[in-house]
T-cell receptor, first 111, second 112 residues
Framework: DAGITQSPRHKVTETGTPVTLRCHQTENHRYMYWYRQDPGHGLRLIHYSYGVKDTDKGEVSDGYSVSRSKTEDFLLTLESATSSQTSVYFC??????????FGPGTRLTVT | QKEVEQDPGPLSVPEGAIVSLNCTYSNSAFQYFMWYRQYSRKGPELLMYTYSSGNKEDGRFTAQVDKSSKYISLFIRDSQPSDSATYLCAMSAGGATNKLIFGTGTLLAVQP
């Protein structure tokens, strides 16, 4: 994950507050993805982007929004955090069908 | 029923053993198959990629895809304690969005 960074790496927030997670890549890959990982559910796609300003919903998009104003940055916003959004969030990038490359993750706790 | 099924384990083997990890899937449109390794509190790392059916070998790792049975496998030869991790299968039908569907992962422990 040398070309992908996520910030913050850890965050604790209160229910009802907005939260923004950032994914930054230096690989110039076209596709970017946000996943959440929970025990028993594995990795689930929240939103993805196929270009600047081009985004679409994934499997578990309710309560989340995204923005991509530059190729290198993909932001995930929890509009009003809930305890069910406590999870580990991973960003991934891709340029082809030959796999996605993941960042180090953000551990989010909503109290 | 999930599109991709993977036994969660845990699987515990002695050092040097041959490990077999497997996934089954239901969507016959899947053409791209991947295996990821994830160490505790780290991001998934792409280990192997295979297109369509067949085998692919990389060092101690061999990936097999049997599309007729909708079954994929990852074999690890001469397993090492450093192989202890969660292994995730992932697959895709391809197309413009390159979305992956993941198994839930198998936790492997290689005992020294």
């Amino acid at each position: 994950d040398a070309g992908i960074t996520q910030s913050p790496r850890h965050k604790v927030t209160e229910t009802g507050t907005p939260v923004t997670l950032r994914c930054h890549q230096t690989e110039n890959h076209r596709y970017m993805y946000w996943y959440r990982q929970d025990p028993g559910h594995g990795l689930r796609l929240i939103h993805y982007s196929y270009g600047v300003k081009d985004t679409d919903k994934g499997e578990v998009s309710d309560g989340y929004s995204v923005s991509r104003s530059k190729t290198e940055d993909f932001l995930l916003t929890l509009e009003s955090a809930t305890s069910s959004q406590t999870s580990v969030y991973f960003c991934a990038i891709s340029e082809s069908n030959q796999g996605q490359y993941f960042g180090p993750g953000t551990r989010l706790t909503v109290t | 029923q999930k599109e991709v099924e993977q036994d969660p384990g845990p699987l515990s083997v002695p050092e040097g053993a041959i490990v077999s990890l497997n996934c089954t899937y239901s969507n016959s449109a899947f053409q791209y198959f991947m295996w990821y390794r994830q160490y505790s509190r780290k991001g998934p790392e792409l280990l192997m990629y295979t297109y369509s059916s067949g085998n692919k070998e990389d060092g101690r790792f061999t990936a097999q895809v049997d599309k007729s049975s909708k079954y994929i496998s990852l074999f690890i030869r001469d397993s090492q304690p450093s192989d202890s991790a969660t292994y995730l299968c992932a697959m895709s039908a391809g197309g413009a969005t390159n979305k992956l569907i993941f198994g839930t992962g198998t936790l492997l422990a290689v005992q020294p």
